[in-house]
Nanobody, 122 residues
Framework: QVQLAESGGGLVQTGGSLRLSCGAS????????MGWFRQVPGKEREFVASINWSGGSTLYADSVKGRFTISRDNAKNAVYLQMNSLKVEDTGVYYC???????????????WGKGTLVTVSS
């Protein structure tokens, strides 16, 4: 059974930092590009960042470029999202996903985690 488990969310003030982690099990992790997405109640889930199979290439939403960094450790079956200079508008539930293709996320996602809540207060 495939599981993606996010952790590291919490409450932080504007300008602060958080590091999200996503541990994967039940799949051949190195075969998957991975992505982070976020969702605010009442809005659609949106793309945040993605990373290819080896970790050598990354993509970011314009809204987080220069502030967030996605990385992965294939030996640990984990993907990370370092979030710096956080803004109130970064608040949401953050999900990691195993992508069907890369860099085009329109191919869809094979697996999703259950999410971790990030709240940025002013």
């Amino acid at each position: 059974q495939v599981q993606l488990a996010e952790s590291g969310g919490g409450l932080v003030q504007t300008g602060g930092s958080l590091r999200l982690s996503c541990g994967a099990s039940g799949l051949t992790f190195r075969n998957y590009a991975m992505g982070w997405f976020r969702q605010v109640p009442g809005k659609e889930r949106e793309f945040v960042a993605s990373i290819n199979w080896s970790g050598g290439s990354t993509l970011y939403a314009d809204s987080v470029k220069g502030r967030f960094t996605i990385s992965r450790d294939n030996a640990k079956n984990a993907v990370y999202l370092q979030m710096n200079s956080l803004k109130v508008e970064d608040t949401g539930v953050y999900y990691c996903a195993a992508l069907r293709g890369w860099p085009n996320i329109s191919y869809g996602m094979d697996y999703w985690g259950k999410g971790t809540l990030v709240t940025v207060s002013s």
